[in-house]
C-alpha cells in the first residue's frame, strides 16, 4: 500500500527552526518533494529532490531550508531554519514512482501524504 506519512510539524517563533520527515512506504520512490497551502493561498513546491540528491528549492526558501532523503530508510527530510511568519502552512510531502520531470509543480508528483502543520509566530 503506497503511503506517505509526515510529522515534525508544530509552533514556532520566528527565526526558530523545525525539522520535518516523511515516512515513504509501499513503493520504491523516484523524486520526491515538500510543498506547502496557507489558508486562501495556492499549492506551492518548497524543495525536491531525486534519487541521486540533485535538488530544487523554491527562491523563497533557498539558504534556509535543506531537502535531504534516506533512501536506505525510504524517508524524505526537510530541516527548516530561520523560519519566518510567510512560511505557515500546511506542508505536503509528495512521491513520484518514476523519474518524470524534476520539478517543484505538483503536477510531477502523483502520491501525497496527508500533511503537518508549521506555525511560525512574530
Known amino acids: 500500500q503506497v503511503q506517505l506519512v509526515e510529522s515534525g510539524g508544530g509552533s514556532v517563533q520566528a527565526g526558530g527552526s523545525l525539522r520535518l520527515s516523511c515516512a515513504a512506504s509501499?513503493?520504491?520512490?523516484?523524486?520526491m518533494g515538500w510543498f506547502r497551502q496557507a489558508p486562501g493561498k495556492e499549492r506551492e513546491g518548497v524543495a525536491a529532490i531525486s534519487p541521486n540528491y540533485n535538488t530544487l528549492y523554491a527562491a523563497s526558501v533557498k539558504g534556509r531550508f535543506t531537502i535531504s532523503r534516506d533512501n536506505a530508510k525510504n524517508t524524505l527530510y526537510l530541516q527548516m531554519n530561520s523560519l519566518k511568519p510567510d512560511d505557515t502552512a500546511m506542508y505536503y510531502c509528495?512521491?513520484?514512482?518514476?523519474?518524470?520531470?524534476?520539478?517543484?509543480?505538483?503536477?510531477?508528483?502523483?502520491?501525497w501524504g496527508q500533511g503537518t502543520q508549521v506555525t511560525v509566530s512574530s
Open positions: 509501499g513503493y520504491t520512490y523516484s523524486n
Open positions: 509528495a512521491a513520484a514512482p518514476a523519474p518524470w520531470t524534476f520539478s517543484l509543480s505538483s503536477a510531477a508528483y502523483n502520491y
